[in-house]
């Protein structure tokens, strides 16, 4: 602190806690609407307090959802979210620590290409190429498979960026090191590497979570069976089908869960997530 | 580059597979199809599709539809920008001046990060619902008629205001790690001098931060063109009468629900030169450019 200003302390306190209200606005109007009935709704506006019907909203959606509205009970589209982001997660950074070790650790012909390669996925986002995607994949039979779901998904070149720029700041005495020793190249990997990368694989693991949990537009094209709806996609055709007969209570109490992961990773994990955030960007 | 390196010919290939086989098959292949189809036009019953040059092109440039998709993009994704970059600016100036309780407000502003893009528009389009939110009773008080189902510019402030809550905490966190980065010297120096917060604010922190504005700018501008996707389908769904019809949301209205191949590959091949242009901007003159 440079000088001591009482009043722009305060008003820098205002600020923060009008923007932490305005941030958690929409939340709190979700939450509190998911704890009444349909009729509280009827009467005009809705009420800004909690009401008594908490549990049986919630247990409601879990267990059984909304069956006119063809989708699935919401715990199961939480299992399929949770199957989908696990699976983006792990899968891209296996794929693209590999890249990484194969890119900074050898030489061989057509290495600069196989970069590039990589690196061209950058200017590709799925919303981009989104026709010409989905065919390639019903014409391989993904439609409706967890396989359809991630695989697609998972080629990142962020992720080997960061991976290539972790491990070009390790010292070159490690690679000497071990091959003094005797260590090949994947054992090299393996129990230098690996150890020496776990925070970055940490906190990029809690970005690509949040990232693989919160994909919309690809889940809602490749499944059209309800048995693999993810819960991110699943609202919007709830909210979709629930437009005759508003059922606003049961789509907001889908809402709160369907954020509750992600929010929870970041918020409990605020440090990793930081730490990931900063370096994805690099 | 590493002096030190193993010389293994064949494993570094086996260890790229994965990621090359991905990036084949799911990105550069479709990008081709994309291309290709940019310049095929199939007829009216899909059999047959002929090779018409830049006819699928010319005609975009002609077509109204696709100059006002256009001009909903630059305005949404500026509106987006400007919205987000000026909330996160403040809340991390203000946040800078803490000193005990900066950890408790950055954790209570940072978790909408986390909220999926389609959860926050649906958020929010609950809160304007026009029968039971919040907002057009409040609005209604004022005297304030709110109906997004009809009214365009109120369907436009909707998604804008959707799209920029969601990455308030983005630009927060990268404004906040910015203005720690400025040596409390040089304010320290100004203060001395006699110049006072507003002054200071405006000749030093806020040059010293154009490196990190530069770079969410650009950030933004990619997240407002391509990732509110999920917002935009989530609420207008592109209307009412086109007012919110995005370019990237008219690629795939016009490629999944109008069949139109050719025309959704020509504006998929715009979209990509357009992502190549701000990547290499990112990229170029992000890093070097913008130095102080």
Redesign the interface.
């Known amino acids: 602190m440079i000088e001591n200003r009482p009043f722009l302390n305060i008003l820098a306190h205002l600020v923060l806690i009008f923007g932490v209200a305005l941030v958690a606005l929409p939340v709190w109007v979700a939450f509190v609407a998911s704890t009444h009935t349909a009729t509280d709704f009827s009467s005009g506006t809705i009420p800004m307090w909690p009401g008594p019907h908490l549990v049986e909203n919630y247990s409601r959606m879990l267990d059984a959802g909304v069956s006119t509205s063809g989708t699935p009970p919401v715990g199961q589209m939480m299992v399929n979210s949770l199957i989908m982001a696990l699976a983006i997660a792990i899968g891209k950074i296996i794929i693209s620590i590999l890249s990484a070790f194969a890119i900074v650790y050898f030489r061989f012909p057509l290495r600069n290409l196989a970069f590039w390669c990589i690196f061209v996925t950058l200017m590709l986002p799925v919303e981009v190429r989104i026709v010409p995607t989905f065919k390639v994949v019903a014409d391989l039979g993904l439609l409706n498979s967890y396989a359809g779901l991630s695989i697609p998904l998972i080629a990142s070149a962020t992720a080997t960026f960061l991976f290539r720029q972790v491990f070009l700041t390790m010292p070159d005495e490690l690679v000497e090191a071990a091959r003094i020793d005797g260590a090949g190249p994947m054992k090299f990997f393996r129990d230098i590497l690996l150890p020496l990368s776990r925070t970055n694989i940490a906190a990029l693991f809690v970005i690509l979570f949040i990232y693989g949990w919160n994909q919309y537009l690809w889940p809602l094209l490749v499944t059209t069976d309800s048995g693999y709806y993810t819960i991110v996609a699943g609202i919007k055709r709830m909210a979709d089908a629930v437009d005759g007969l508003p059922q606003w209570h049961l789509v907001m109490a889908t809402a709160v869960m369907a954020m509750l992961p992600p929010v929870l990773v970041v918020v409990l994990m605020q440090k990793l997530f930081v730490k990931g955030l900063v370096e994805t960007e690099k | 580059m590493?002096?030190?390196?193993?010389r293994?010919?064949l494993?570094?290939?086996l260890?790229?597979a994965?990621?090359?086989a991905?990036?084949?098959?799911?990105?550069?292949?479709?990008?081709a199809?994309?291309v290709w189809?940019s310049f095929l036009r199939e007829d009216a019953f899909g059999i047959n599709s002929t090779f018409v040059w830049f006819e699928n092109y010319r005609r975009l440039w002609g077509s109204a539809e696709y100059l006002n998709s256009m001009k909903v993009t630059l305005i949404f994704a500026v509106s987006v920008t400007v919205l987000s970059m000026g909330?996160a600016l403040?809340?991390a100036?203000?946040?800078d001046?803490?000193?005990r309780?900066t950890r408790i407000?950055?954790?209570?502003?940072?978790?909408?990060?986390?909220?999926?893009?389609?959860?926050?528009g649906?958020?929010?389009?609950?809160?304007f619902?026009p029968?039971?939110?919040?907002m057009p009773?409040v609005l209604g008080q004022m005297g304030i008629r709110w109906n997004h189902i009809s009214n365009p510019d109120q369907a436009m402030t909707l998604v804008v205001i959707a799209s920029a809550?969601k990455q308030?905490?983005?630009n927060f966190?990268?404004f906040v790690?910015g203005l720690q980065a400025i040596p409390?010297s040089l304010?320290?120096a100004a203060?001395i001098d006699g110049a006072g917060?507003i002054k200071r604010f405006f000749t030093i922190t806020f040059p010293l931060l154009s490196p990190t504005t530069f770079?969410l700018l650009v950030?933004n501008i990619v997240y407002s063109m391509?990732?509110t996707?999920?917002v935009i389908?989530?609420t207008t769904e592109g209307g009412p009468a086109q007012a919110t019809n995005i370019m990237?949301y008219k690629?795939?209205f016009d490629?999944?629900i109008g069949q139109n191949?050719g025309s959704?590959?020509a504006q998929?091949v715009i979209?990509?030169l357009i992502?190549?242009a701000l990547?290499v901007i990112q990229f170029r003159y992000v890093e070097k450019k913008v130095e102080y």
């Open positions: 590493k002096r030190t390196i193993f293994n010919q494993l570094p290939w260890l790229l994965p990621q090359l991905i990036t084949f098959i799911f990105f550069l292949w479709p990008a199809q994309a189809q909330v403040l809340m100036v203000a946040v001046r803490m000193l309780s407000y950055t954790t209570l502003l940072v978790w909408p990060y986390a909220v999926a893009p389609a959860v926050a649906i958020l929010w389009w609950f809160i619902n029968t039971v939110g919040i009773y809550w308030i905490s983005y966190l990268f790690a409390a304010r320290e203060a917060p770079f950030v391509f990732e996707f999920a389908d989530s990237v690629v795939y490629g999944f191949m959704s590959g998929s979209l990509m992502v190549i990547t």
